[in-house]
């Protein structure tokens, strides 16, 4: 244990912040997921969702330490080459997606021989914000203009959205409000920005006219958007839309300040998506307002340690990585939060780190690994490039020391042969 902590490298406040929201988790979900576990299997053994939720973050916590000992910089180059397959993952999703856990949307595909799901837009996201990251890092030693950036930069932008938005509303919009917060990061030109919002409105318009139009053409969920946002909006609700909202508002009434207890939510039974979408009504009325607030807290304090690394970051690329991926984590926190208490429409966004569901963790996992490269001291790379050298020199060591010893045989072999050649009596008839 004292070698894996002496290992973890970069902002160790990031680390503990981490560490806490995935120990917290733990309570919620195994509480949580008694609506899962009875609805789909019948028995209510809950304990086989903590042991998913378990899995899921372990293996989302060896990702973010595996990908934390990669230099950052390695990633503006995988960026271009992993968008390409970023957009087949999409495009197959579209078209050959399936529905997890009574989600009501078609947004994973099944992994072959793994038994495991997977949602491709949460790793375009990564590799899209990555992507924006590089073009705009290039800045600083070239002229950009509004046609070439265009081209290399808001093309493939759209691209990405444009194979996430049929299916996937929140995500997409969530996507594209971080890549306008880079670009203003990045001094991209703000009448140039505004441009591109004003064509990606009118494409989304477009869309919804063409979908209008043409509702069985491709797959799409716009009928399910306007639905909530109506719902939202409106003065006399769906009951059947409502729902969802309305059990998530009796759970955080009835929570109060301090809450029922662990495990002793009521509404956890009958509210759905109880151990993802919703789950931080079920805090509520579990951990009352405290434990909401220190909910709140945590991801405040992780927003102020990412501010800090992109300010301290040594380079801009850097900068604008720990913002892109950085950032998105902490808005998607705040979005769940205002669905749960109807400050926002129903998204179908997770709670980062708390919410159960294998993709989310591990994407959110991997950028966290990314972001501690970043805010890796100049000790740590001088340490770990020392240590690096090291097991250089060591493996060369044993190198030199097997090739000393298969030379010595070599020579012992042949010193026998001479011998043997100079007794051999044959040798000295012909010699005659």
Known sequence: MKELLHNLKGDKVIWAFVALLALFSFMPVYSASSNL???????????????????????????????QKVPYHYFRSLSRVLLPVVWLLLLYTLFKGTVVEGANASRWIQVPFLGISFQPSAFASMILLIYV???LSKTEVEEMTFQKSFVELWIPVFITLALIFPANFS?????????????????YPIKNSAIIVGMGIGAALFFIVLVKAFPDAFPNRVDTWMSRIDNFMSDKQDPDEDYQIEKAKTAIATGGVYGLGPGKSVQKNFLPQSSSDFIFAIIIEEFGLLGGFAIIFLYLMLFVRFVIASYKAPTLFGKLVVAGLGFPIIFQAFINMGVAVELLPTTGQTLPLISSGGTSIWMTCAAIGIILNVTKKEEEIAQENADKQKREEALQRIIDKELAEESQVENEVNEDYSIEEKNNPMNAVLNK
Do not use: C, D, E, P
């Not at 053994?45 to 372990?58: A, E, Q, S």
């Not at 995500?171 to 001094?187: E, P, Q, R, W, Y």
């Open 133 to 135: 990251a590089r073009y």
């Open 171 to 187: 995500t997409a919009a969530l996507i594209f409000t971080m890549v306008l917060m880079l670009s203003f990061i990045g001094k």
């Open 37 to 67: 576990a009875y609805l789909h299997h019948g028995k209510g053994n809950t304990f086989v969702y903590l042991l998913k939720h378990f899995m899921h973050l372990i293996m989302g916590f060896t990702i973010m330490y595996q990908v």
